[in-house]
Protein backbone atom coordinates (compact mmCIF):
# COMPACT_ATOMS: atom_id res chain seq x y z
CA UNK A 1 0.00 0.00 0.00
CA UNK A 2 1.09 3.39 -1.28
CA UNK A 3 1.47 5.80 1.72
CA UNK A 4 3.17 9.69 0.69
CA UNK A 5 3.01 11.96 3.40
CA UNK A 6 4.04 15.57 2.52
CA UNK A 7 4.72 18.28 5.00
CA UNK A 8 6.98 21.39 5.69
CA UNK A 9 4.84 23.79 3.10
CA UNK A 10 3.67 26.88 4.50
CA UNK A 11 3.43 30.70 3.73
CA UNK A 12 6.57 33.09 3.03
CA UNK A 13 7.11 36.60 1.49
CA UNK A 14 9.44 36.57 -1.75
CA UNK A 15 13.09 35.95 -1.19
CA UNK A 16 12.34 33.10 1.78
CA UNK A 17 13.40 29.70 1.96
CA UNK A 18 10.85 26.41 2.81
CA UNK A 19 12.45 22.74 3.36
CA UNK A 20 9.44 20.47 2.24
CA UNK A 21 9.65 16.75 3.43
CA UNK A 22 7.89 13.52 2.45
CA UNK A 23 7.54 10.22 4.30
CA UNK A 24 6.94 7.10 2.02
CA UNK A 25 6.38 4.25 5.25
CA UNK A 26 5.87 0.87 3.41
CA UNK A 27 7.63 1.71 0.48
CA UNK A 28 11.26 -0.33 -0.44
CA UNK A 29 11.97 3.73 -1.25
CA UNK A 30 15.93 3.17 -1.63
CA UNK A 31 14.82 1.03 -5.35
CA UNK A 32 12.72 3.87 -6.83
CA UNK A 33 13.82 7.44 -8.17
CA UNK A 34 11.18 9.88 -6.57
CA UNK A 35 10.60 13.39 -7.64
CA UNK A 36 8.25 16.64 -6.54
CA UNK A 37 5.93 18.08 -8.52
CA UNK A 38 3.64 20.95 -7.95
CA UNK A 39 -0.16 22.46 -8.95
CA UNK A 40 -0.93 25.97 -8.79
CA UNK A 41 -4.61 27.22 -8.61
CA UNK A 42 -6.33 26.83 -12.05
CA UNK A 43 -3.12 24.68 -13.81
CA UNK A 44 -1.95 21.22 -14.36
CA UNK A 45 0.08 19.29 -12.37
CA UNK A 46 4.08 19.73 -13.26
CA UNK A 47 7.19 17.94 -12.41
CA UNK A 48 9.84 20.42 -10.75
CA UNK A 49 12.42 18.34 -9.55
CA UNK A 50 13.45 14.46 -9.65
CA UNK A 51 16.41 12.39 -7.82
CA UNK A 52 17.10 8.88 -9.34
CA UNK A 53 17.97 5.91 -6.74
CA UNK A 54 21.74 7.08 -6.36
CA UNK A 55 20.47 10.67 -6.21
CA UNK A 56 21.04 12.31 -9.57
CA UNK A 57 19.07 15.27 -9.94
CA UNK A 58 17.52 17.32 -12.36
CA UNK A 59 15.06 20.74 -12.11
CA UNK A 60 12.81 22.64 -14.55
CA UNK A 61 14.21 25.05 -15.69
CA UNK A 62 12.08 27.65 -13.45
CA UNK A 63 13.50 26.64 -9.99
CA UNK A 64 16.98 25.67 -10.97
CA UNK A 65 19.23 26.94 -9.11
CA UNK A 66 17.13 27.81 -6.09
CA UNK A 67 15.70 24.69 -5.26
CA UNK A 68 17.31 21.29 -4.13
CA UNK A 69 15.90 18.00 -3.93
CA UNK A 70 17.83 15.21 -1.82
CA UNK A 71 16.83 11.41 -0.05
CA UNK A 72 17.57 10.00 2.86
CA UNK A 73 16.91 6.31 2.02
CA UNK A 74 17.79 4.95 5.74
CA UNK A 75 14.29 7.44 6.88
CA UNK A 76 12.55 6.83 3.82
CA UNK A 77 12.47 10.65 3.16
CA UNK A 78 12.19 12.95 0.83
CA UNK A 79 13.24 16.45 0.61
CA UNK A 80 13.21 19.70 -1.61
CA UNK A 81 15.10 22.58 0.12
CA UNK A 82 13.29 25.69 -1.32
CA UNK A 83 15.25 29.11 -1.38
CA UNK A 84 14.72 32.54 -3.11
CA UNK A 85 11.06 31.46 -3.23
CA UNK A 86 9.07 33.77 -5.92
CA UNK A 87 5.59 33.89 -5.77
CA UNK A 88 5.18 31.96 -9.07
CA UNK A 89 6.41 29.16 -7.00
CA UNK A 90 3.07 29.30 -5.46
CA UNK A 91 1.29 25.62 -5.27
CA UNK A 92 0.41 22.68 -3.56
CA UNK A 93 3.59 20.73 -3.45
CA UNK A 94 3.53 16.86 -3.85
CA UNK A 95 6.21 13.91 -4.13
CA UNK A 96 5.83 10.86 -6.06
CA UNK A 97 7.76 8.24 -8.08
CA UNK A 98 9.69 9.09 -11.03
CA UNK A 99 9.06 7.80 -13.75
CA UNK A 100 5.73 6.44 -13.68
CA UNK A 101 4.01 7.84 -10.31
CA UNK A 102 1.81 5.37 -8.50
CA UNK A 103 -1.96 6.03 -9.09
CA UNK A 104 -1.80 7.10 -5.08
CA UNK A 105 -0.87 10.52 -4.03
CA UNK A 106 -0.92 12.32 -0.86
CA UNK A 107 -2.52 15.40 0.21
CA UNK A 108 0.22 17.68 -0.53
CA UNK A 109 1.52 20.17 1.30
CA UNK A 110 0.59 24.10 -0.21
CA UNK A 111 3.32 26.65 -0.41
CA UNK A 112 1.78 30.30 -0.13
CA UNK A 113 4.71 33.32 -1.24
CA UNK A 114 3.46 36.46 -1.46
CA UNK A 115 4.36 39.71 0.20
Known amino acids: QVHLVESGGGSVQPGGSLSLSCVTPGIFFRAHGMAWYRQAPGKERELVATITSDSATTYVNSVKGRFTCSRDNARNTLYLQMDSLKPEDTAVYFC?????????WGQGTQVIVSS
Open 96 to 104: NKDPKPWRT
